[in-house]
């Protein structure tokens, strides 16, 4: 098997794994099931900065975090403000428009993070909006929005947020009491366990919204309301998947255990970044680089299936490509959760400087060096 260092799904740690082989009680009739959901759920918010927001875990990959905010949220006719720097900051409006939304887009430079100031001085002649969306690393181009600015902002003028933290809590630092209204993860980024659930972590508020609805919405499976009194009726509106919550209980207790996790991604990132730059190879950001994933530049007169196969054949290592607008120009390495250790970057930053130079690429030094180099300093 080869060794991911893709911005997800990432490593999964062996605990993590065995905990998804344990025996398991029928999650719809057994009183004791409800109580470890609801008591991850609550873990979940208190590791997200509150416990007076509602953390429901949905059964399904993480785009369905997404999805059920904006299904929950929007009624049709609703007036919905996308703040677009990236691919994913721009689907959410795909969302907002199924469930009978107008999104109006605010689209800024992709190399670049959202600027408050300039999104200030358009909010006082645009805030008419029900919500807006926003996400917290566009891991296609490894750019980070500071979110703990953004969603006060959003708020000082009325307007709840529903935010795409999937790629970035737990590798970043998050509160979900700046402001933040639907906060949307998954289980296969920085918390390091497989694909396979979602979780949204709900702000009174959004709540408030939610429930004072005049229209039903238009989803049973993303729907969040179905969720609502789950625990007094001990009731889910689905089988739980709850081998997958095993594990994810697990990963919860590893990121626990490791209070230096959001230093060692700071770390890390800023000499992989390092590193790079050393070498001569251009960083797809210009300003806002995430601490998660580092997009680079393929260099000139290659492609980027040429260095990714070479990774993958030549030393059992598999980096991410990119898609949409970058999917010839830009690689990743995804530096999140148990990917992020000094020993499989070390390796992966010596194995890209050999698939590099093989490839015919003039590198400036050696990027395992230059890694190492800046991690001393
Ligand atoms: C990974 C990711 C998701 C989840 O969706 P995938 O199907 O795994 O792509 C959602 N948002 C962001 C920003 C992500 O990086």
Redesign the pocket.
Known sequence: MYKLMT??PTQVPENVRLARSRVFPNPDQDPKFVEFYHNTCRQLSSLLGSAEHETLILGG???LG?EAACATLTEPGDCVLVLDNGI?GAGFADFVRIYGGIPTLYTTDYHRELDPIALRAYLENHHDFKYATL?H???PSGILNDISVLCPLLKEFGILSVV?S??AMFGEPVDVKNGIDIL?G?S??ALSAP?GLAFVTISPDAWHLMKQRSTPVASFYANLLTFATYYEDQWFPYSMPVSDLYGFEVALENVLADPKRIMRHREIASACRSALEAGGISLYPESGYANTVTAFCVPEGLTPKAILDGMLKNHGIMLSGSFGPFAETVLRIGHMGANCNYKDMEETMGALNNVLSDLGASLHCHLGEAFRLSLAH
């Open positions: 911005a997800g990959e993480g785009i997404l994913f996400v690393c566009d891991t795409d999937v790629a949307c998954g296969q980024k694909p």
